[in-house]
């Protein structure tokens, strides 16, 4: 479990608070759906933030050239985007219930 741990806490506090954000706006903007949407953008800013992280790796002189890692580095990623996806529900959830307290009411009866 400390690994799992260590995978979370690997995302600078700027990341953290990006997946923050972009969980927090898709679910009370889109409610139901927004929660769905907020996850995707989450599931493709960790990626993003993989791929640079690797390319950085790879640019550095002492890079050894591991070939064959492609399927290794896809399982990594799928697996961060299924922890910060799983750490980043109840702020999903908070929101949407929020997003139903704020509905705004119409203000007289529907005929």
Known sequence: ????????????PIAWLTF??????????GRGWGIIAGHVAVAFAVLGFDVQWVQSEIA?????G???QDIVFLV????RVVLVNAALLPVA???RRL???WRPRPSQPVA
């Open 20 to 29: 923050l954000c972009i969980t927090a706006i898709a679910s009370f903007a």
């Open 99 to 101: 997003s139903l307290r």
């Open 60 to 64: 550095e002189s002492d890079w050894s």
């Open 76 to 79: 990594g990623v799928a697996i």
């Open 1 to 12: 479990m400390p690994s799992m741990l260590h995978q979370l806490l690997s995302y600078s």
């Open 66 to 68: 591991t070939p064959d």
């Open 93 to 95: 959830i908070l929101f």
